[in-house]
């Protein structure tokens, strides 16, 4: 009975530590547990969600993606910039195509130089520094402005009724289908098992290139939609808006409790991990907490999750 | 002639950048004058002084991505405390932060057994964070004209800050090959459990290569801010990474146990010599970044199928 | 006898795990010395025992006496002060560091300021070396040496710490029988010094040819202590597994058919091997011996597509076929069970159920989705048809045993459909009941109409366990035994005698 009791805390102790600050923020912060600030909580949680969402694809097979901050940059200034020349639809369409390239750069020099995961970090810093060069050089460093499709800017603030935001439609979307194709498909299988052990998968008739291909494909894809949101609500590109976002996807990722080892984790705990990212923040603009300490808090929570994970795991064990 | 290939094959990176010192000797006619050396090695000096501590944490296995946050700290803190202290002891209160860092994310990572990766990257945020707090996000300039002589002051035509480099290279040498200490932070970084079993206290190694690597970074904190007579919570941002991938460039493995300062150095040494060459060509910085992205993705790309090709 | 010509006693040790009794009232003698067999099956309490003497874990009673000194062993440093060495089955070594700092790992001699003595840390390692027989540079990496190398580099290891005793833990494992040849006389010559050997293994030829006296464990208890000159092997199995096995290897009932099913032409991996050519028949069980690092191994992973071929043709019922990777090997019905169970055979953290169907993962598969239903059915057959012990097939890999997951290896191939089936070491590290079940499947294969290659470098098993047998050495296949022809001399004679030449 009581390792049980264990058991359940370990299995859900992510989705417990958002509950428990959904409960501090709901006593403290009396404007919290509205419906009009909930919603903002997901809102503001779309992008970085989106991004964690395509980098847990690659965290679960067991390797690393430092680039997608800067394939957002990239792709957001290819949707708006072709925005001017095409079609809105059309300019998402080459922005996510361009994603998908990004992706795939990463994923083929990764395949074929068969790197494993700390190499896998350095190549992709690598690619990171150069996806940025290419944005600087695109734009000479300059911003461009916003679209003027009111289609395409909608996906970043329109809503649907009164409480349903497009990203937030968007966002919901992709990871639902998204965690279909991680915990549902033989594709999801491969990846974990790939990310568990490459060596017996690739003996056991697994195409373990291919999967790690697509997973970075998946994950530049994600950042060049997370591009088209942020685009899309800031009304405009810089070319050095995706900085850092990818540590932020990293932290979210391991406070959902997926490993950074590789196999284990889940789009499901990506997602609880992201929510529970912008619950914090948001509860601490609502104390009014300063930039300064709300990166200090963060630090300190994403240290005590791990460590309660690691005791945890010794406990159970 | 075995011999000579022997020698190429061993030391790819310093071959490599002998070749690019050539290259540039010939192309640029400034390039190899006393100047412009100079030049390259004060402009490697600060990651340089990194480097030493991040080459124990690489070799015992481990990654410091905080070193940026500590690296910012450290110089505010020498600034701040300037006028309530004095310079010197400013500048020891800030080498003691520096090494209160490393103790926190020594601690975590030897006695609540969590991945390196992850804690630095908690810290960074934490310390970067405070570094923040203490400078309201603003710039901090120094009042004491004396402190920005250490960053700019040249003795006998050499900059302190080469020299400073130069003697902490010369120490992490010593320690990594002629003491038990750094070579027991090879076995560690080889081997954990073979270190355990032989009796080598690990939490203590792995604890003093955070402390090392967070001095260091203390270090190049302080000498920076002289260098810019300026201190401010951004300086270190782009720090940890590139004084890793340096390392790493340099030869020294992520899997641990394997490496050496002089690789590290070179490493480092590529890495700025580039980014000269790229200046005196007029190269944009903008191609810069992306060149060196590109160099980064060849060099470590290379090493990985050299591993695949092996096993 | 005087109780001080023991050199180690244990009395009365007791050890218990949450649920298990390991060690019961372990009470075991030493003189100096001697060399010591230690045999029981996998599970019977030796690797505990080992952990107990150097301290990895407490014990909960007993006591333990080196020399005539009560002595309670904290750590195997401290162990190693007392005299006592242990070489582990996994090398206590670090790949990436020089033979000699190997050696002296934790204790390299250093003089003052001028630090670590790294000329007298060569010399004295070069030292041990000779005394080991191990001609190598002792600045070379630990990593590039053999695993003989290896085992000589931890005996050098243990000699320079002055041990009087050592025990070693199946060394025997993964040499080759000229390897073990140059150990044997390693472990005669430490005799003469005085010093003391334990040696563990599943092998009793080597226990007969090297020890003085042979302790039986059984379930966590010595059954008994007797000198060599009583014992037979067939008396040691019994008392190992606690019941008369009549007959190590089951014989099968079938009998292999004419009809080809896999023919290998000239095969070739330079620097690997070379004109490999044999034919396999439905039902048949080939056999291929020779020592280890005779590129056995290598033959098969290159049939299977899993390294690449540099010549030569594969032939699956007559037709020639290309096999680039495992993946087109499976869906040309061939499965390999390799030798390494945990790194190449097993995903460790995941279930049976996930094992069993990752090399047929289209099999349960419908539209891409995963039908788990059908997935923890077809996995739960396999659990009883070769009866895996687990409490479910959810259950982790990881917590089971090694013959277990031996199965669940099997179970893995065998839901492919594979007709040609190659076990490499299918029964490596797996204690004796599940040995003879193991035995008994591939008897059932074969004779349901499965070809099967199986390597092993233990000879009785290789000469009852097939029906042909390939002699593979220095990459060339030296010879066909059938019959009555399968000894161990002609296998020892191409194997072996052919480097003379």
């Known amino acids: ?317 | 002639m075995t011999k000579v290939k022997k020698i190429v094959t061993e030391q790819k990176t310093l071959v490599f950048l002998l070749l690019l010192v050539i290259l540039m000797g010939i192309i640029s006619p400034f390039f190899l004058t006393g100047d412009n050396i100079v030049n390259v090695l004060v402009q490697s000096s600060i990651y340089g002084i990194m480097a030493c501590g991040m080459t124990f944490a690489i070799i015992g296995g481990d990654f410091d991505l905080s070193v940026g946050s500590t690296m910012a700290l450290s110089g505010l803190v020498a600034i701040l405390c300037e006028p309530y202290v004095g310079q010197v002891p400013a500048m020891l209160l800030a080498l003691l932060t520096a090494a209160a860092v490393g103790l926190v994310n020594g601690f975590l990572v030897a006695k609540c057994r969590i991945s390196s990766f992850i804690v630095t990257i908690g810290t960074s945020y934490i310390f970067k964070g405070i570094a923040l707090k203490i400078s309201n996000g603003d710039p901090i300039a120094s009042s004491n004209p004396w402190f920005g002589r250490m960053g700019n002051d040249k003795i006998l035509g050499i900059p302190y800050l080469v020299i400073i480099m130069v003697l902490l290279v010369l120490i992490t040498h010593y320690v990594l090959t002629a003491t038990r200490f750094g070579r027991n932070i090879y076995t560690i970084g080889g081997n954990m459990e073979v270190a355990h079993n032989s009796g080598i206290r690990t939490g203590f190694y792995k604890t003093s290569i955070f402390v090392l690597s967070a001095f260091t970074a203390g270090i190049a904190g302080i000498l920076n801010a002289s260098k810019l007579n300026t201190a401010s919570a951004v300086q270190g941002d782009n720090a940890a990474l590139s004084v890793i991938t340096g390392v790493v460039i340099g030869g020294t493995s992520l899997i641990g146990g394997v490496g050496s300062i002089g690789k590290s150095m070179i490493g480092i040494l590529i890495f700025s010599v580039i980014t000269n060459a790229l200046d005196l060509m007029g190269v944009f910085s903008y191609y810069q970044t992306g060149i060196r992205g590109l160099m980064l993705i060849v060099i470590i790309g290379m090493e990985a199928y050299a591993r695949y090709r092996e096993s | 006898m005087s109780t001080d010509d023991y050199i180690l006693k244990l009395d009365h040790i007791e050890k218990s795990f949450p649920g298990v009794k390991a060690l019961k009232d372990i009470t075991l003698h030493v003189k100096k010395g001697e060399v010591r067999g230690l045999v029981g099956e996998n599970g019977a309490g030796k690797s505990t025992m080992m952990k107990v003497l150097t301290g990895i874990i407490p014990m909960d009673s007993g006591r333990i006496t080196i020399d005539g000194q009560a002595v309670s062993i904290t750590s195997p440093l401290h162990a190693q002060t007392l005299g006592l060495s242990i070489i582990f089955q996994e090398f206590n070594l670090v790949n990436s560091l020089s033979i000699a700092e190997n050696i002296y790992v934790g204790r390299l001699p250093k003089k003052g300021m001028r630090g670590i003595q790294w000329k007298k840390v060569h010399e004295d390692a070069k030292a041990l070396l000779n005394r080991v027989g191990l001609d190598v540079d002792p600045s070379a990496r630990v990593g590039s040496l053999s695993v003989a190398g290896k085992q000589m580099v931890e005996i050098a290891k243990a000699l320079s710490q002055n041990s009087k005793i050592i025990i070693m833990d199946e060394p025997s494992a993964t040499l080759t029988d000229k390897e073990l040849e140059h150990l044997f006389g390693i472990i005669d010559d430490l005799k003469k010094q005085g010093v003391t050997v334990i040696y563990i293994s599943h092998r009793l030829d080597e226990i007969f040819r090297l020890c003085d006296s042979v302790t039986v464990i059984r379930d966590g208890e010595v059954i008994d202590t007797n000198p060599i000159e009583s014992l037979t092997k067939e008396l040691i199995i019994s008392k190992m597994v606690g019941r008369n096995m009549d007959q190590e290897y089951p014989v099968r009932a079938g009998s292999s058919s004419d009809e080809v099913i896999l023919e290998v032409r000239d095969l070739c991996r330079k620097g690997v091997f070379e004109h490999i050519n044999f034919s396999l028949h439905k039902g048949e069980r080939l056999g291929i011996a020779g020592l280890v690092g005779a590129g056995r191994t290598e033959i098969v992973r290159a049939i299977f597509g899993a390294d690449k071929l540099t010549g030569g043709e594969i032939l699956l019922h007559g037709k020639p076929v290309t096999i680039r990777s495992p993946k087109e090997a499976i869906s040309h019905k061939i499965a390999l069970v390799t030798e390494d169970r945990k790194t190449q055979g097993l995903v460790l953290e995941s279930s049976i159920s996930e094992n069993t169907t990752l090399a047929a993962l289209k099999k349960i598969c419908r539209a891409g989705f995963v039908n788990r239903r059908e997935e923890n059915s077809v996995a739960a057959q396999y659990v009883e048809t070769l009866k895996t012990k687990t409490p479910g097939t959810k259950a982790l890999v990881l917590n089971l045993s090694g013959g277990n997951q031996q199965k669940v290896v099997l179970a893995k191939w065998l839901y492919t459909d594979a007709e040609v089936l190659i076990l490499d070491e299918p029964t490596r590290g797996i204690d004796v009941g599940a040995k003879y079940e193991i035995y008994q499947l591939i008897n059932q294969l074969a004779d349901s109409g499965k070809a099967i290659i199986i390597i092993s470098s233990e000879m009785p098993e290789v000469i009852s366990m097939s029906d042909r047998l390939l002699v593979i050495h220095d990459g060339k296949c030296k010879g066909e035994l059938t019959g009555d022809q399968k000894t161990g001399e002609n296998i020892m004679k191409y194997a072996i005698l052919e480097e003379d030449a």
Not at chain 1, 215 to 228: H, N, T
């Open chain 1, 1 to 317: 009975m009581k390792t049980n009791a264990k058991k359940i805390i370990y299995r859900y102790s992510s989705l417990i530590l958002l509950f428990l600050f959904i409960l501090i923020a709901s006593i403290f912060a009396e404007n919290f547990f509205t419906a009009r600030n909930l919603t903002n909580v997901v809102r503001q949680s779309c992008v970085l969600g989106l991004l964690t969402v395509g980098m847990s694809f690659v965290l679960i097979c067991g390797h690393m993606d430092l680039s997608i901050g800067s394939i957002m940059t990239f792709t957001g200034l290819i949707a708006i910039s072709f925005g001017t020349r095409m079609p809105a639809g059309a300019a998402i369409a080459c922005a996510l195509l361009a994603g998908i390239l990004c992706g795939a750069v990463n994923g083929l020099i990764i395949t074929l130089t068969h790197a494993n995961s700390g190499e896998s970090l350095m190549i992709t810093f690598g690619t990171q520094l150069l996806f940025s060069a290419v944005s600087l050089l695109y734009t000479g460093g300059f911003s461009l402005s916003g679209s003027e499709s009111d289609f395409y800017n909608a996906l970043g603030t329109g809503s649907i009724g009164k409480w349903l935001p497009v990203p937030v439609l968007i966002y919901i979307i992709f990871a639902v289908l998204l965690w279909v194709l991680e915990s549902k498909t033989s594709f999801g299988r491969q990846m974990h098992m790939i990310g568990f052990n490459p060596v017996c998968s690739h003996l056991s008739g697994v195409r373990t290139g291919l999967v790690k291909m697509v997973c970075y494909c998946i994950s530049g894809f994600c950042a060049a939609a997370g591009a088209i949101i942020l685009t899309s609500r800031t009304l405009g590109a810089t070319p050095t808006a995706g900085v850092g976002y990818e540590m932020d996807a990293i932290v979210a990722a391991v406070l959902g409790g997926i490993s950074l080892s590789g196999g284990l984790g889940s789009i499901a705990k990506a997602f609880v991990g992201v929510i529970t990212l912008s619950v914090l923040s948001n509860a601490m603009n609502l104390f009014g907490f300063q930039s300064f300490d709300q990166s200090i808090v963060k630090g300190c929570v994403l240290i005590a999750a791990i460590a309660f994970d690691v005791w945890n795991r010794k406990q159970t064990v």
